[in-house]
């Protein structure tokens, strides 16, 4: 299988239809193994989907110093994470990869030296909701790191150096939160969807108002944004996927939002699918 995966992903850079570009809410890691009103939605989004021939995912649970890509031909299936049930943790995801694509994105990225990495695999922030989308694994997926060094708009403008890559059947995802603040959560509201704080639905509507009028300049300096976005961001790593998927809308495409809902109070599973107007 292994063998027979990267010959379809050698096989395929080259020109084809224009890709359509996620961001997903991915939330709490027991998703992964529930039927909700979320799964649902990334179920439901994924039959709108064409079959890609590889998938890009940009997690906010993988931090470096500097852009890296995972480049192993079988990533393992991490489970970053402590305190559930070992049902969750006897998941696996066993996704093949593809160095042929790593190679492919450190050769569209001519800013930075992106780094090929052999040792970390796919998170939770990857495989907990790719696995609604591609219940049988057989995709391959990269996953490329968040550079928890540089400023918003480094990603923003580095998610637009690897555009080529949805016309080569590459699916770019990001996966993260928009609203994410762990510090503030009503945990004993986990279990009830739309439990909001008035900031967090506020900053919300806000987000979306942003992308809806394409204005991703102010997304990307989201820390002037007021007291609201200071606690939807109160650190950047789960609202960073979602410029880079911003940063990949054409002029002919729009924005389709799905699971937008804030849960425990203040963790938005707000996402995106950017794909040509209808």
């Known amino acids: 299988m292994k063998l027979n995966a990267l010959h379809t992903v050698s096989q395929h850079l080259k020109a084809t ?16 193994i529930a039927n909700n009103i979320f799964t649902q939605g990334f179920e439901s989004i994924a039959k709108t989907l064409p079959k890609p021939r590889a998938i890009l995912c940009i997690s906010a649970h993988w931090e470096t110093k500097g852009t890296h890509v995972t480049a192993m031909e079988q990533p393992k299936t991490i489970h970053d994470f ?20 790593a190679n492919e994105i450190k050769g569209s990225i001519s800013s930075v030296n992106v780094g090929l990495d052999h040792d970390w695999g796919l998170d939770h922030g990857c495989w907990t909701v790719v696995k609604f989308l591609y219940p049988n694994a057989d995709i391959p997926v990269v996953q490329m ?3 928890y060094t540089q400023p918003a708009s480094y990603h923003y403008a580095l998610a637009k150096e690897i555009a080529s890559l949805r016309r080569k ?13 762990l510090g503030t959560a009503a945990w004993d509201k986990m279990m009830t969807p739309g439990y909001a704080y008035e900031w967090a639905t506020i900053a919300n509507e806000k987000i979306k108002e942003f992308i809806l009028e394409r204005d ?31 940063a990949l809308q ?10 937008d809902t804030i849960v425990a109070g203040s963790l938005n599973m707000l996402s995106i699918k950017i794909d040509k107007s209808r």
């Open 17 to 32: 239809e224009r890709m359509p570009v996620l961001f997903l809410g991915h939330g709490n890691p027991m998703n992964a």
């Open 82 to 101: 402590g305190g559930f049930p070992k049902a969750l943790f006897d998941v696996q995801y066993p996704a093949p990869g593809s160095p042929t694509l």
């Open 145 to 147: 790191s968040i550079d």
């Open 169 to 181: 059947g590459v699916l770019i995802i990001g996966s993260g939160n928009s609203v994410h603040n």
């Open 216 to 246: 991703h300049n102010s997304l990307i300096n989201f820390d002037k944004q007021g007291k609201e976005f200071q606690l939807a961001v109160p650190t950047p790593e789960h609202y960073l996927p979602m410029l880079y998927v911003l």
């Open 250 to 259: 054409e002029k002919d495409e729009s924005p389709i939002f799905y699971n």
